[in-house]
């Protein structure tokens, strides 16, 4: 059974940087707030972030989240950021009851606030923060099948018009971010993002083929020079898991100096 729910990957930046002006994240910006005007406004989003990562799958299920300021050395103005979205407490049970039907253990967590995972792009999309959200935690295994297997069991989701994000990064490297961008640098950035759009996109794979290339996402081009640590492809996997199809669209954006990845699956 297919979740009716839309599914989104989305690369979200450096911290707070896209909410400061930055100009290395204008393309992000631009390219979120149009994919926020051509979505469908949900009745509840659920979020898994590269930023929160527990020894089994963990879900926000407070009524009033706060907010979790989780980066360093940015401006006083960037741990002043607010963004009052309201949790979804039934939407959090139904994702806890949808792993746990399918083996996977899960817990959830009242006390909780949402990371910058979830309130830096949400501000950029949805500025009134009147959708409800919750918060799901990666897996701190980051082990891949594992991943692609709790978006599989959140296909058992009954949720009328709900948005799914994951929210990572196809790119995360933080040392290449700030040395050089040699010509070198470039053509390992851009065949990890070819590699990563047919994987995600091409219609013409099937699908056992997408979860095997996916599940070994270590064998693709430049694929640690890319993701030292994998934490921000993760949400991909879930997402993918979720969807069970080739995307819908691909969106591409420089963010830092970069080429970035973004994925929708349409309900």
Request: charged share 20%; with cysteine.
């Amino acid at each position: 059974m297919k979740t009716a729910a839309d599914v989104l990957f989305i690369s979200h930046g450096g911290g707070p940087m896209p909410l400061l002006g930055d100009p290395g994240h204008r393309e992000m910006v631009d390219r979120l707030t149009e994919l926020a005007g051509k979505l469908r406004k949900p009745s509840a989003i659920l979020v898994i972030s590269a930023h929160w990562e527990e020894s089994v799958p963990t879900i926000t299920s407070g009524t009033n989240p706060r907010l979790i300021y989780d980066y360093y050395g940015f401006p006083p103005e960037s741990y002043r950021i607010e963004y009052p979205c309201l949790g979804e407490p039934a939407l959090a049970h139904q994702v806890h009851d949808a792993l746990e039907q399918s083996g996977i253990p899960a817990r959830l967590d009242a006390q909780r606030g949402f990371d910058h995972g979830l309130f830096v792009p949400l501000k950029l999309m949805y500025p009134e923060a009147d959708i409800p959200c919750v918060q799901l935690s990666l897996v701190n295994s980051l082990d891949a099948g594992a991943h692609l297997a709790i978006g599989r069991a959140l296909q058992g989701l009954d949720y009328d018009n709900l948005l799914v994000i994951g929210s990572g990064f196809s790119f995360h490297n933080m040392r290449a971010f700030f040395a050089p961008n040699t010509p070198e640098v470039q053509a390992r950035n851009l065949a990890f993002e070819d590699w990563l759009e047919t994987a995600c996109a091409d219609p013409s794979i099937a699908e056992s083929e997408r979860t095997e290339r996916l599940a070994h996402w270590e064998q693709a081009p430049h694929a640690r020079f890319c993701h030292p640590r994998e934490e921000h492809l993760l949400p991909l996997h879930v997402c993918y898991g979720l969807a069970g199809k080739p995307s819908d669209s691909h969106i591409s954006a420089n963010i830092l100096g970069k080429k970035s990845g973004m994925f929708y699956w349409r309900a």
